[in-house]
T-cell receptor
Framework: GQQVMQIPQYQHVQEGEDFTTYCNSS?????IQWYKQRPGGHPVFLIQ?????EVKKQKRLTFQFGEAKKNSSLHITATQTTDVGTYFC??????????FGTGTQLKVEL | GAGVSQSPSNKVTEKGKDVELRCDPI?????LYWYRQSLGQGLEFLIY????????KSGLPSDRFSAERTGGSVSTLTIQRTQQEDSAVYLC???????????????FGPGTRLLVL
């Protein structure tokens, strides 16, 4: 079945450093979504990418969809403590459901 | 408007007991999903409901797990004869549109934290 992997699994950064998480699917995706889950919280939708090579920005967050639509990345510039959490990518997993990636847990130290 | 709500927020039960977890989706959302998340892990798909269509049960880990959705709204996830490995957070999500080239956003509830002793 489809697999969606993310790397790294964990990332510790100093506040102000940049952070990137990578998402790789075993199959071509029609679109990809990104979610953020704060510690103790539930996943919250961030963005959806649809087009090959698409790049979208939300303030310090930059999302990119690969040309082959099998990978995606999320880059955070100048991390802040409010960025702490686990970031999940998700893509259509066959049928009518999303397959979530394995997640990248980000910790930001002062 | 109100988001997705789940009850109870926490549930402690003894091994072998049955539990029922409830999900109230956002009003008007036709799609409803159940996921399981073990501590520090990703999201494991359990079951999906879309309108009046037959549910997609492909993620249910065993026949001890079942779910129903009444009137196209509220859903109940039932775990029979609970085992310690069932301990996890059970998340419900709803969306306005499922399938097609543009997937609608999934809105998650706060989850039910289940602990089986």
């Amino acid at each position: 079945g489809q697999q969606v992997m993310q790397i790294p699994q964990y990332q510790h950064v100093q506040e102000g450093e940049d952070f990137t998480t990578y998402c790789n699917s075993s199959t071509t995706l029609s679109n990809i979504q990104w979610y953020k889950q704060r510690p103790g919280g539930h996943p919250v939708f961030l963005i959806q990418l649809v087009k090959s090579g698409e790049v979208k920005k939300q303030k310090r967050l930059t999302f990119q969809f690969g040309e082959a639509k099998k990978n995606s990345s999320l880059h955070i510039t100048a991390t802040q403590t409010t960025d702490v959490g686990t970031y999940f990518c998700a893509g259509p997993g066959g049928g009518n459901k999303l397959t979530f990636g394995t997640g990248t847990q980000l910790k930001v130290e002062l | 408007g109100a988001g997705v709500s789940q009850s109870p927020s926490n549930k402690v039960t003894e091994k072998g007991k049955d539990v029922e977890l409830r999900c109230d989706p956002i009003s008007g959302h036709t799609a409803l999903y159940w996921y399981r998340q073990s501590l520090g892990q990703g999201l494991e798909f359990l079951i999906y409901f879309q309108g009046n269509s037959a549910p997609d049960k492909s993620g249910l880990p065993s026949d001890r797990f079942s779910a129903e959705r009444t009137g196209g709204s509220v859903s109940t996830l039932t775990i029979q004869r609970t085992q310690q490995e069932d301990s996890a957070v059970y998340l419900c999500a709803s969306s306005a549109l499922a399938g097609g080239p543009l997937w609608e956003t999934q809105y998650f509830g706060p989850g039910t934290r289940l602990l089986v002793l």
